[in-house]
């Protein structure tokens, strides 16, 4: 019985069939099968989209660790006698027992011990030079670096740059070593694959995968330029690199974002960009050479821009002049750098990484933005160097009124010989002190506080009250919202905007 019941439906199927191609569901049934066809299509090109991810980062992980090595540094710590001994307090009981049994026979300093460090880096040249974190080899007496082999060798110290915190070594082999290459970290894109290879926790050769989470990441230096991973960093790994798929470095692993010292997935590798031209001054001169300027900057807000009369809130705003390039070509204190060398500048990060990487003894065309137009410099470059960032001092004397008066809640009275003494600043600085800063005013927003000396009001030069009040009187003539005032707080100059409305 059951059987018949399943066959009757099959012979009457064909007529069925006729039926509903002359009905309405015979179109819906083709729409159907289209969609299918549609899908079925999709379903097929989803592996062609995801053939960018890896099934395994073995063979990568096989290409490049031979030129990835461990390094191993040795530093010798003098030991400290008082460190040694016991500290009892005066009186004790025991006093006179340890002072005898430690000073018998004379006063024996205790032997230097060795502190060790580990780092990791990675070979650049058959010849055997070696990329590294300036922090894993810093002070150092002895650096030895170990291959992915097992092969060990002694490592010298070419040079240094604590401004990207990147050393260069070299050892002598009596074989070609194998090597990476650098590669174009700028065409790094967020999402791609990286891989990160190294000596975390001094367990030797490790490798993790991850993706670029972000660029240009800033930590604390005025180059950086950091990739952002996700790749699996900890201590061990400094100095060692971050590669792209194609096995070229792309950056060197430096830091870590941890609240307990461990891996949670943000680390930071110092961009190919910024290594690579690193690396070329060292390896050439032994030294990092660096564009330079000769000027301080800030950014420029948007209440600054009001201030000036720019159009847009853009660029890097010089906050002083000092004796060189800068200077030598016009530059003035409250000019606002647009362009340098043919580009547009962005703002101070921007500027400076730029300037850096120009090359030194370069001329190079600047505009700059001065009394509401635009002007066209041209700057010879000079060489970087800290000990001569030291601003220059101007020859007017200031005073010696003590008037204290009050403007936009400021309590301000002109610098006078003895508070300039009293304050530490240079023999040429001249301007009015702030006493005191009005609770919720504008001028406490923006950070004035009392100490600070306000040197110029709308660019110009203010040595009185009067002066200052004169500023004030034109911006508001000028249908501005807000007075520009040079501010000195600590010694370092900036450009506030503080609101006159």
Sequence with gaps: ???????????????????????????????????????????????????????????????????????????????????????????????????????????????????????????????????????????????????????????????????????????????????????????????????????????????????????????????????????????GNSGGPLFNMGGEVIGVNTAILSPNGGSIGIGFAMSSHVVERVVFQLR??????????????????????????????????????????????????GDVILSFDGSEVADTRDLVRRVADAGVGREVDVTVFRDGQEEQLKITLAQRDEERLTPASGSSQAPDAVEPSTILGLDVAPLTEQMRTDMGLEPGINGLVVRGVEQGSDAEAKGLRAGDVITEAGQQPVTSVADLQTALDGARDAGRRTLLLMVRSGGDPRFVAVSIE
């Design 1 to 235: 019985m059951t059987h018949h019941q399943a066959s009757a439906p099959r012979a009457q199927a064909p007529r069925a069939i006729a039926l509903a191609r002359t009905a309405p569901g015979w179109i819906a049934l083709r729409w159907l099968n289209f969609l299918g066809l549609v899908l079925l299509v999709a379903a097929m090109a989803l592996p062609l989209q995801a053939q960018d991810r890896p099934v395994s980062f073995a063979d990568l992980a096989d290409q490049v660790s031979p030129a990835v090595v461990n390094i191993t540094t040795s530093t010798t710590v003098a030991a400290n006698l008082d460190q040694t001994m016991p500290q009892l307090p005066e009186g004790a009981p025991f006093e006179d027992f340890f002072n005898d049994f430690f000073n018998r026979n004379g006063r024996q300093q205790p032997r230097p011990r060795q502190s060790q460090a580990l780092g990791s880096g990675f070979v650049i040249s058959a010849d055997g030079f070696i990329v590294t974190n300036n922090h894993v080899i810093e002070g150092a007496d002895e650096i030895e670096v170990e291959f992915f082999d097992g092969t060990r060798l002694d490592a010298e110290l070419v040079g240094t740059d604590t401004a990207t915190d990147i050393a260069l070594l070299k050892v002598e082999s009596d074989h070609e070593l194998p090597f990476v290459n650098f590669g174009d970290s700028a065409a790094a894109r967020v999402g791609d694959w990286v891989l990160a290879v190294g000596n975390p926790l001094g367990q030797g050769f490790s490798v993790s995968a991850g993706i670029v989470s972000a660029r240009g990441r800033a930590l604390q230096g005025n180059y950086d330029d950091f990739i952002q991973t996700d790749a699996a960093i900890n201590r």
């Design 284 to 333: 050439e001169y032994g030294e990092p050479r660096r564009g330079w300027l000769g000027v301080r900057i800030q950014d420029v807000t948007a209440d600054v821009a009001e201030a000036l009369s720019l159009p847009a809130a853009r660029g890097a705003l010089v906050t002083e002049v000092m004796d060189g390039p800068s200077r030598a070509a016009g530059v003035e204190s």
